[in-house]
């Protein structure tokens, strides 16, 4: 029996050439490579900052850290979703409180605000297969109990809430680049989307053992780098995006 693949990583010449530039190029951590392909994600989701990181589950536990998420916190996040989603809460000492999804998938809003207790901080709304959560009465919510809302986007490159990509709504995005998402790399990776400027500079640094210069580290932090030659493969992919997001509608309708 002939088994169809789930997905498939984009591999062409371009993307041969663009991991041989790399490992020509002398530099193998958080250099060019990696700060031309975070300008490109936060131009492309339309954001001030994108922060690389080894994957998204690293990315939203550095979030959590920088947002200050401590013991007893609780965070609302939907039902169904992959596991990596509530494993940062975990670490942190925090409870994911599930919230059952409706017919898109993701989580049901009307079951949002009966799940909300003094001690519920923030709302992680996961974009499941590519289909935004119902970001409007998510926003209103959050809103009037004061939460912050970090988006899930690891399934969820390029898909769009009314006339905003994800990964731009929230507090933060976070996006993870493993060889089954829609824009992936030849290895592990994930990024962060932000407009807060202390935010993003908080996760370069937690990122990075907690360095602000060379020598000066501020914080202790840990090692959750990003590396140049998958970023300078995940730049070919994110201008094939668009492209194969329309073939996967196609082939899927
Ligand atoms: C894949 C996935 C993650 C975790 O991404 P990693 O890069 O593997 O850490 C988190 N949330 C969802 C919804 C995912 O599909």
Known sequence: ?????????????????AAI????????????????????????????????????????FMLHQAMGVKPGDE?????HTAFPSIEPMIHCGAKPVFIDIDETYCLDVDLLETSITPRTVGILPVHLYGHPAN???VFEIAQKHGLWIVEDCAQAHGA???????GSLGVAGAFSFFPSKNLSVLGD??????????LADHLRMLRNHGRKTKYVHELVGYNLRFNEIQAAIGRVG??????????????AA
């Open 1 to 17: 029996m002939k088994k169809i693949p789930l997905s498939r990583v984009f591999l062409n010449d371009e993307v041969r050439n």
């Open 75 to 79: 965070i609302l996040v939907p039902s």
């Open 189 to 198: 990776g994930g990024c962060i989307t932000t407009n807060d400027t202390a």
């Open 21 to 60: 530039r790399a490992l020509e190029s002398g530099s193998y951590i958080l250099a060019k490579e990696c700060e031309a392909f975070e300008a490109e994600l936060a131009d492309y989701t339309g954001t001030k900052h994108a922060v690389l990181c080894s994957s998204c589950t690293a990315g939203v």
């Open 238 to 251: 994110l201008r094939k995006l668009d492209e194969l997001n329309a073939q996967r509608r196609r082939i």
């Open 160 to 166: 769009r809430f009314k006339d905003k990509r994800v």
């Open 135 to 137: 970001l409007d009465r």
